[in-house]
T-cell receptor, first 120, second 107 residues
Framework: EVQLVETGGGLIQPGGSLRLSCAAS????????MSWVRQAPGKGLEWVSV???????YYADSVKGRFTISRDNSKNTLYLQMNSLRAEDTAVYYC???WGVGATPWFDPWGQGTLVTVSS | SYELTQPPSVSVSPGQTARITCSGD??????AYWYQQKPGQAPVLVIY???ERPSGIPERFSGSSSGTTVTLTISGVQAEDEADYYC??????????FGGGTKLTVL
């Protein structure tokens, strides 16, 4: 069964750093595109970042220069390193398998999400 | 930046047909996808590549495309279909984009 499990969320002060993890099972992270998508409380979905199977990475303008997506092939795990956090980064962060190869990308499946709260 | 536009809300009675639209300039050249999200849950893909239905999604869910607008249609709406629905596509550079979401209320 394909499954994604996010961990690492929590309460962090503005300006702080946090690393989210997304453990995958049932498929190989390094052979796929993987994305992070977030959802602020009561708001819609916002794509954050993608890492391609070849290692290329891309970011939404709202997080560029502050967030870094990466993966550990030995652990079959995706990461999102978040630095210089702001109140507006408060959201549930989802990881998702990104079907972007050769077509308009889409996301399936999704993890259950992990909540990041940026507040003093 | 590229935008996908959805109505904020749609209301229907049980058994009726719900139609949720999504408009975007790049939709004639890019596929659209639809996700269902119930409170406290992760999104679930219900339509891919404009009109394809993933396995396990009820037949009452269908999708269509015409020009710059795509439509999610739910025929014979049931109480369990009450949820937020998001369309998603990409711009010409591949940047992933979501619509603002539509809250479907089953009266």
């Amino acid at each position: 069964e394909v499954q994604l499990v996010e961990t690492g969320g929590g309460l962090i002060q503005p300006g702080g750093s946090l690393r989210l993890s997304c453990a995958a099972s049932g498929f190989t992270v390094s052979s796929n595109y993987m994305s992070w998508v977030r959802q602020a409380p009561g708001k819609g979905l916002e794509w954050v970042s993608v890492i391609y199977s070849g290692g290329s990475t891309y970011y939404a303008d709202s997080v560029k220069g502050r967030f870094t997506i990466s993966r550990d092939n030995s652990k079959n795990t995706l990461y999102l390193q978040m630095n210089s956090l702001r109140a507006e980064d408060t959201a549930v962060y989802y990881c998702a398998r990104d079907w972007g190869v050769g077509a308009t990308p889409w996301f399936d499946p999704w993890g259950q999400g992990t909540l990041v709260t940026v507040s003093s | 930046s590229y935008e996908l536009t959805q109505p904020p809300s749609v209301s229907v009675s049980p058994g009726q047909t719900a139609r949720i639209t999504c408009s975007g300039d790049a939709l004639p050249k890019q596929y659209a996808y639809w996700y269902q999200q119930k409170p406290g849950q992760a999104p679930v893909l219900v339509i891919y590549k404009d009109s394809e239905r993933p396995s396990g999604i009820p037949e009452r869910f269908s999708g269509s495309s015409s020009g710059t607008t795509v439509t999610l249609t739910i025929s014979g709406v049931q109480a369990e279909d009450e949820a937020d629905y998001y369309c998603q596509s990409a711009d010409s550079s591949g940047t992933r984009v979501f619509g603002g979401g539509t809250k479907l209320t089953v009266l």
